[in-house]
């Protein structure tokens, strides 16, 4: 069994900072990748940033800059720090592991980005 715990969501204005946060537990090991993507109303989920193996970290297309995101191994805890938020950005955040070849994902996070 594999639980992702994932929080740190909420209501944002523009131009506001947010970081999410998604602890992984079970059977967990070894993990190949630890990462977020997200789903805006009305759209498709989109890869938002992943971390692979030892560490090097991939974004989705336009992610990186505002976006950055970093692990803890030892918390088996996956980061996502989002900055410059814009109401573009709002969407269910998703934390996503991949272990053994499967994917487990997290229940999601809302993000709104409002004035």
């Known amino acids: 069994q594999v639980q992702l715990v994932e929080s740190g969501g909420g209501l944002v204005q523009p131009g506001g900072s947010l970081r999410l946060s998604c602890a992984a537990s079970g059977t967990i090991y070894p993990i190949y990748s630890m990462g977020w993507y997200r789903q805006p109303p009305g759209y498709e989920r989109e890869l938002v940033g992943v971390?692979?193996?030892?560490?090097?970290?991939r974004y989705g297309d336009s992610m990186q800059g505002r976006f950055t995101i970093s692990g803890d191994n030892a918390k088996n805890t996956v980061y996502l720090q989002m900055n410059s938020l814009k109401p573009e950005d709002t969407a269910v955040y998703f934390c996503k592991i991949r272990v053994r070849g499967h994917d487990y994902w997290g229940q999601g996070t809302q993000v709104t980005v409002s004035s």
């Open positions: 971390i692979i193996g030892g560490g090097s970290a």
